[in-house]
């Protein structure tokens, strides 16, 4: 079922003859303001230049259009739209996974891998799954990422305390705003 009233609805910019304002405020394409004029008056000076009239803010009262070449400014409202998007940083949640049994050297290595996500801007899951008779020692593993705590304390704040459930002991932790 592919009717038009369920699909959301896209940024629409009217331009020249799709204005339905009476009057508008017109501004010229180095954005000075030419004042409010009825819209047959603004499409004869934009047709004039040979541009194109767009509607840049149509909720105002009156409606505000410039004089501009269409395609220039449909591409600089994708160039930045992009440029917004590649400047919005998602934060992901990294995770990562220790054991009970983990050698010093190793959990060095491993450390340093959270370091790295933390400086840049990730949440940290540390995590350590239990295995076997692991669970006899279950208080090691909460040793474990203590241990490591200690050792992120200064590029890492923890979000909660240790927790448990089921094999797993876990914490998120969060980089440091400096």
Known sequence: MNNKASQ??????????Q???DQVR?????????????VSEAL???????LDLVEIS?????????????????????????????????QELKQIRLSLKISPHDLDIKIGQAKKFLTKGHKVKLTVRLKGREMHHSYLG???LEKSLEILADSAKAD????KSGREFSITVSPVKK
């Not at 959301?8 to 009217?14: A, E, G, L, S």
């Not at 004869?44 to 040979?50: G, H, P, T």
């Not at 004089?67 to 220039?72: E, M, R």
């Not at 909660?160 to 927790?163: A, D, G, L, M, Y």
């Open 58 to 90: 149509p909720n105002a009262k009156p409606p505000v259009v410039r004089i501009v070449d269409w395609g220039k400014y449909r591409y600089e409202k994708e160039k930045q739209a992009k440029q917004n998007q590649k400047n919005q940083k998602q």
């Open 26 to 38: 017109v501004l010229s394409e180095d954005k000075e303001m030419l004042g409010v004029m009825s």
């Open 44 to 50: 004869n000076r934009a047709k004039e230049s040979e």
């Open 160 to 163: 909660s305390t240790v927790r």
């Open 142 to 144: 909460k040793e474990v």
């Open 19 to 21: 204005i339905r304002a």
């Open 8 to 17: 959301p609805r896209r940024n629409f910019v009217r331009i020249n003859q």
